[in-house]
């Protein structure tokens, strides 16, 4: 005979009731533990991608802005009066690194972060990637260094970072921060190897079609002796121009509002560029003129601006270091003709 006991057992195991219940709570913790290590993997995975970026970005734009250090990191822009000087590529970018092949030399190198006062400090290759360093996050370490062998320059990024992730989840796994690299090689602007190219090939040609000698006499021969040519106006100067330019339309105009009525000009030659000659020049009247002849050439009504300066009688020349600076600044180039 079954006790009541017994029976009770048997129903209860032969019974699908709460069946669901069970399974789930023994399910639940392995779905619920998967779910938040999938998020912890995104999350370090999307950390480490924005940190090899950063790295990326740093390292091309260094590179690519290379050859002069007054050059916005962004943009690639600055000023036309700043540079590195001519031998800067000597003297100033730490050539003796080639050393560093046979195991003597140490590259140029930047700790990361940097302090924002002695950001503009230094000189070369630490003042460059000083200003580099500038653009990332004050929470990013690492180092920024440059190798100079010559042929094959190149800046290298290492950069670390905390992983942003809750103290509880960090003891999961055994590093606490993550790393990015990137290396950029520094090459000359295209206008360089340009006018290298040109230098070597004209030069070449110069020298196999005629002597030494025979180029000096032919150098005698084109300028003789005699006296220059005295202007005394404008009108005058302007009568110069054009004969030395083979200008053929006398006082050109354009329209130049909001800035004024219009802007004359001597003339304009064959390739779209302004004449104008100068002399008796009040500065007033020069900056104002200049205003102009920017806005023409941004709006492309001229593809540039020659401003031709005369000596007067006694010798005197309007363009002064202030009003030569402004001319610069504005994009008008400046020929002086004594």
Request: charged share 25%; glycine share 6%.
């Amino acid at each position: 005979m079954i006790t009541p006991p017994l029976q009770r057992w048997r129903r209860l195991r032969c019974s699908e009731q709460g069946s669901f219940t069970v399974e789930a709570s023994l399910v639940m913790p392995v779905v619920f533990l998967c779910t938040v290590a999938l998020l912890f993997f995104g999350l370090y995975m999307y950390q480490k991608v924005v940190l090899f970026h950063a790295a990326a970005v740093t390292a091309d734009r260094t590179a690519a802005h290379w050859d002069n250090s007054y050059k916005d990191q962004r943009t690639g822009s600055f000023p036309v009066e700043h540079n590195d000087g001519l031998y800067w590529r000597v003297f100033d970018d730490n050539a003796s690194d080639i050393l560093g092949l046979i195991g003597l030399g140490n590259p140029a190198a930047v700790s990361l972060p940097v302090d924002p006062e002695t950001e503009r400090t230094g000189s070369g290759p630490e003042k460059k990637m000083k200003r580099a360093a500038g653009r990332l996050a004050p929470d990013i370490a690492g180092q920024i260094a440059y190798h100079n062998y010559w042929l094959d320059r190149q800046v290298d990024v290492q950069l670390s970072r905390l992983l942003n992730i809750p103290s509880l989840l960090r003891g999961w796994y055994d590093r606490n921060h993550t790393a990015g690299s990137s290396i950029a090689r520094v090459t000359d602007p295209v206008e360089l190897i340009r006018t290298v190219d040109l230098t070597r090939t004209y030069l070449k040609q110069l020298l196999d079609s005629r002597k030494v000698p025979e180029i000096k006499q032919t150098w005698r021969d084109f300028t003789p002796d005699q006296p220059a040519k005295v202007i005394e106006s404008e009108n005058k100067g302007s009568e110069y121009l054009m004969e030395l330019l083979n200008g053929t339309d006398n006082t050109i105009s354009f329209s130049t509002e909001p800035l004024g009525v219009r802007r004359i000009y001597n003339f304009l030659d064959r390739d779209g560029v302004a004449h104008d000659a100068k002399m008796n020049l009040k500065y007033k009247d020069a900056l104002e003129q200049m205003k102009k002849d920017a806005l023409l050439m941004e709006r492309g009504d001229v593809k540039g601006v020659v401003w031709h300066f005369f000596r007067t009688k006694s010798g005197k020349l309007d363009l002064t270091p202030k009003m030569h600076k402004e001319l610069t600044k504005h994009g008008v180039v400046v020929v002086v003709h004594n």
